[in-house]
């Protein structure tokens, strides 16, 4: 697996699926289900957007709701990437795909399922279907209503329920089903359930699930699993004993297996109050990691470093105050920036510091510069 993480991501590359800012949520979710995708992209000016199907789930009106009110800023990979920084991502934010940029051009996506193909075509571990798993997953009964799993998979930020009947395994749902079912259109061709019905979404799972699961026996190994995954062009499989449900094995177990671990600062290194969007809390981590790293080369000193990201909501933005804390054996020292960008404050730590380093010339002026951190703030 160490191998492969080493790959980089240029050599897995898809395309990508792009949506306009300003296009309603249902054109959207007719987009991905015609496409058979999680996820779609915006491009902005300076960042990219992304959309999963997860993220539809809390639009209640898809007809009236933008593009742009539901994105989340997604980190971005260069074409020399890892696969394992990428899988670390994935895994980490609950995300399937991320984008490859080449010149600050989109070129194309990493997705967990181009790396689990990946991984497929080479030798797999010897990992049982009952070591992979994650136990005892979330489960719902057949006459529970579509709505519940909608709440249930917003609320744990998951994407697949198994449903049981009389304690047996009769399906399963998933978010991809109740977001493609969202629309209209759908529903008349299907003939099924009326427009307000289906807005609602009050009826029975067992009248939305998919009756067909793929599944695996907890002594299955990892290659049988990805096989049937693979092979079925599914998301999951769920792990069972007897017909009942043990666990369940999704892209993200997956692709944990490639996931590397974050680089160390050199010392330990924290944050506290890292933002939900995937974009600013992975830039934030960056950033911080090399405030550490800096300050580790002029004050090798340091046993540890903190910082506290403090965010006040005004209106639609967001008003960060960014606390660095320094500790040595002596003594602790902090630093404090406000302001409306996360990785600008981080930016502009990092700047001050290093115009304070240049500015050190003695041990004298040293602890000048030291008291001046401690105390501008």
């Known amino acids: 697996m160490e191998t492969i993480g080493r790959l980089p991501v240029g050599a897995l590359m898809t395309d990508v699926l792009t949506v306009p800012p300003n296009a309603s949520v249902s054109k959207t ?40 009110t539901i994105m989340n800023y997604v980190p971005t990979l260069s074409i020399n990437s890892t696969l394992g920084d990428a899988a670390r991502i994935m895994t980490e934010y609950r995300i399937r795909s991320l984008p490859v940029l080449d010149d600050k051009e989109l070129t194309g996506a990493v997705t967990s399922l181009s790396a689990i193909r990946f991984m497929q075509k080479n030798a797999l571990p010897k990992i049982k279907a009952q070591n992979l798993m994650t136990a005892e997953p979330i489960v719902l009964e057949h006459d529970d209503s579509v709505s519940k799993a909608r709440s249930v998979m917003i609320r744990r930020r998951i994407d697949h329920l198994p449903i049981l009947k009389d304690k047996k395994l009769s399906g399963i749902i998933t978010s991809s089903l109740i977001v493609f079912n969202m629309l209209p259109a759908v529903t008349v061709e299907r003939g099924a359930l009326g427009a307000e019905k289906q807005v609602r979404l009050d009826y029975d799972v067992n009248r939305l699930m998919e009756p067909n699961v793929v599944t695996s026996d907890v002594n299955e190994d990892l290659g049988q699993v990805v096989g049937k995954i693979v092979g ?33 600062a ?12 995937p974009f600013e ?55 404090t920036e406000i302001g409306w960008d996360l990785p600008v404050i981080y930016d502009n730590i990092s700047n001050r510091i290093k115009r304070l380093l240049a500015e050190r010339p003695s041990r004298r ?3 000048s510069v030291e008291r001046h951190i401690k105390y501008q703030t």
């Not at 000016?45 to 898809?62: A, F």
């Not at 499989?237 to 160390?264: F, N, P, Y």
Request: glycine share 6%; proline share 3%; hydrophobic share 35%.
């Open 266 to 277: 050199g010392v330990p290194a924290y944050i506290i109050g890292l933002p939900q969007d």
């Open 281 to 335: 809390a992975e830039t934030a981590k960056d950033k911080f990691r090399r405030v550490v790293k800096l300050l580790k080369k002029g004050y090798p000193e340091i046993q540890e470093a903190r910082s506290v990201i403090k965010v006040k909501e005004r209106g639609e933005r967001r008003r960060y105050e960014v606390k660095v804390v320094l500790s040595t054996p002596s003594r602790n020292y902090s630093y």
């Open 29 to 68: 979710i007719g987009m991905l289900r015609d496409s058979g995708l999680y996820e779609v992209f915006i491009l902005l000016p300076s960042r990219v957007g992304m959309i999963t199907t997860r993220d539809i789930l809390r639009v209640s009106k898809i007809e009236e709701t933008k593009n742009s």
């Open 232 to 264: 079925l062009g599914s998301t999951y499989s769920v792990v069972t004993m007897w017909d009942e449900v043990q666990g369940i094995i999704t892209h993200r177990d997956l692709v944990k297996l490639l996931a590397e671990k974050e680089a160390e």
């Open 365 to 367: 002026h040293r602890e």
